[in-house]
């Protein structure tokens, strides 16, 4: 089988290491750099669980910029390009899809299509009709960053939403090279696949703003809110997972998607939605006005990935908690490794563990760190668990 992957981010990567093992596949990006990385077997992203398997097999598909090399001869191009939301319009932007869907039909006129990016509800559904064809597809992904290769090894479900013996095709492949056994396989219209993605996400989002509400009420009170939560975990019906406090949701999927939602709920009666997107802005609020309560001079910032083992910080909560800090006369220092500049927004930013340390007389992070242990009587973090 020949499968091209469109866009070699989280999603598209770990789909192209993952359908290399037993198919010819070919990756696809705009970026030269990351190509020529991905040719020198060098992941341009961080994923513990890949660059382990690529340091035992090396990657097994060729990347290149050449679109008619990548789509001429590929019965399934799966496009995994970035769909950021746009404030202004109140939606997802698009673009890139539009321009992956509009060539490879144009240079492949057999292929199935697979559209892995999160896209508006029904968005699949107006480019099969725009284009006069049934050979686009939705398959929603769920994977957690940094982990992406693991969760397709092992899904929780299969869902593909299109026409119907091509929406089977494509799952009974993504099944047979699952780790997992037994993957429920879910087909149905593109636009219900799309609807379960924003649903699936914005509902974790509802969960993590829950806990962090509850941590809000614990920290007022002065109450244990581990003790809280554990009490709530035995419940089966809410179970002990998901629950751990942060300063808000954050990353590449979950602020994006909750926004389209409640975008796509503005003629829908609706009170839930909104709150969990309003309830995320005033819990990074309270984690300012906790930390401006203690009176500090000087606040260290470590760390602004959004999780443990992740080198992202996009819409990382931490950054919000950053720019209302600046609203203060607080002098701001941040630790950041990842950062190769010393500066990050008008803030000087260190490199040295120690030098830090030393320097602010708080320091905040989103996730505990070991590496904080010495100094652990002047860290503000309300990660309870230390897990993400």
């Known amino acids: 089988m020949n499968i091209t992957v469109a866009g ?46 690529i340091k035992k097999n090396g990657l097994l598909f060729v990347a290149t910029t ?22 202004k319009a109140n939606a997802f932007d698009t673009k890139s899809v539009d321009q992956v869907i509009a060539d490879a039909l144009k240079i492949n006129k057999t292929a199935s299509i697979v559209i892995k990016s999160t896209v508006p509800v029904g968005y699949t559904k107006k480019m099969n009709s725009q284009f006069k064809t049934d050979r686009i597809l939705f398959s929603p992904e769920f994977l957690r960053e940094g982990r992406a290769l693991e969760d397709n090894l092992h899904p929780s479900r299969i869902i593909v939403g299109g026409e119907k013996s091509r929406a089977e095709a494509f799952g009974e492949l993504l099944k ?14 593109s636009s219900e696949a799309e609807a379960v993605k924003l649903f699936s996400n914005t509902y ?20 244990n809110a581990a003790q809280i939560i554990e009490g709530i975990g035995y419940d089966e019906r809410i179970g002990n997972y998901y629950n751990n406090p942060s300063f808000g949701y954050g990353g590449y999927c979950l602020p994006k998607d909750t926004k389209q939602l409640l975008s796509d709920f503005k003629e829908i009666p609706n009170q839930m939605i909104g709150a969990v997107v ?27 990935t959004m999780k443990t083992g992740s080198d992202n910080f996009r819409q990382s909560a931490i950054l919000d908690v950053i720019r209302l800090l600046k609203e203060t006369d607080i002098e701001l220092t941040i630790y950041e490794p990842l ?18 340390k030393s320097r602010a007389d708080l320091i905040v992070t989103n996730r505990w760190d070991e590496q904080l242990l010495d100094v652990k009587e002047k860290v503000y973090t309300r990660d309870i668990y230390h897990i993400d």
Request: glycine share 2%; net charge negative.
């Open 204 to 223: 974790l989002a509802m969960r993590i703003a829950f806990f962090n509400e509850l941590d809000s009420y614990a920290e007022r009170y002065d109450l």
């Open 176 to 189: 047979l090279n699952a780790v997992k056994k037994e993957v429920p396989l879910i087909v149905s219209d």
């Open 278 to 304: 309003a309830s995320n802005d005033i819990r990074k609020h309270h984690v300012v006005n906790q930390i401006i309560a203690r009176k500090p001079k000087s606040v260290g910032i470590y760390r602004l």
């Open 8 to 53: 070699t981010g989280y999603v598209g990567l770990s789909l192209a290491i993952l359908l290399s093992k037993n198919h010819h596949v070919v990756a696809y990006d705009i970026n030269q750099e990351k190509v020529d990385q991905l040719n020198k077997d060098v992941l341009p992203i961080h994923d513990s669980y890949a660059e382990d398997d």
């Open 339 to 356: 950062i190769s500049s010393s500066d990050f927004e008008g803030i000087r930013v260190y490199h040295e563990l120690d030098e830090f």
């Open 66 to 87: 050449d679109m008619n090399e990548a789509f001429t001869k590929a019965d399934y191009i799966i496009i995994a390009t970035p769909t950021d939301y746009n404030d």
